[in-house]
């Protein structure tokens, strides 16, 4: 089946970039997906990216995707107390009727 | 009020009881999950429903039933509490399908403690 991997811990100084990879072995993905999870809330929907994109800019955030490599990152910058979170990398595929979740990335921020 | 909501907020019960976690949405979506979240493993869907006749298991379904009771309601069952049933378990709703590019509504979530 799909499978989706992060790396479980990200910790980076108050004011630096942030940088969270994610990588997916469904080659027939269509969309993919970073979804962020404060403390004692449920999942928000960041950003996503089409899989014939290899970059998506949003404010702060910078999607970058790497379809050969089936490697997704995203950058977040200028890192501020409040991007505390555990985020989530995600994929959608035609036929697959749901979606798959990577096992999440707590970044935590050093002031 | 909250698009999806999920009750109750937390529960302790204990082994072999039979527990209900349910889920009531105002968004109108057709499509519904039950996920639950384990440290270190992410989010694994439990069960999924894109209509009030349509039911279908996700990869962890073992132990787990469900129940659509409308369009807005979509209840988790426990029939035989298990400690590692423990866990944070959430719902979710949507209204597209993966032709296109669709995002999740979440629920809270429930913290369930099976002791």
């Known amino acids: 089946g799909e499978d989706v991997e992060q790396s479980l811990f990200l910790s980076v100084r108050e004011g630096d970039s942030s940088v969270i990879n994610c990588t997916y072995t469904d080659s027939s993905s269509t969309y993919l997906y970073w979804y962020k999870q404060e403390p004692g809330a449920g999942l928000q929907l960041l950003t996503y990216?089409?899989?014939?994109?290899d970059m998506k800019q949003d404010q702060r955030l910078t999607v970058l995707l790497n379809k050969k490599d089936k490697h997704l990152s995203l950058r977040i910058a200028d890192t501020q107390t409040g991007d505390s979170a555990i985020y989530f990398c995600s994929e959608s595929s035609f036929g697959n009727e749901k979606l798959t979740f990577g096992t999440g990335t707590r970044l935590t921020i050093i002031p | 009020d909250a698009d999806v909501t999920q009750t109750p907020r937390n529960r302790i019960t204990k082994t072999g009881k039979r527990i209900m976690l349910e889920c009531s949405q105002t968004?109108?979506?057709?499509?519904m999950y039950w996920y639950r979240q384990d440290p270190g493993l992410g989010l694994r869907l439990i069960y999924y429903s894109f209509d009030v006749k349509d039911i279908n298991k996700g990869e962890i379904s073992d132990g787990y039933s469900v129940s659509r009771q409308a369009q807005a309601k979509f209840s988790l069952s426990l029939e035989s509490a298990i400690p590692n049933q423990t866990a944070l378990y959430f719902c979710?709703?949507?209204?597209?399908?993966?032709?296109?590019?669709?995002?999740?509504?979440f629920g809270s979530g429930t913290r369930l403690t099976v002791v």
């Open positions: 990216i089409f899989s014939n994109m």
């Open positions: 968004k109108g979506h057709d499509r």
């Open positions: 979710a709703t949507s209204d597209r399908g993966p032709g296109q590019a669709y995002g999740y509504t």
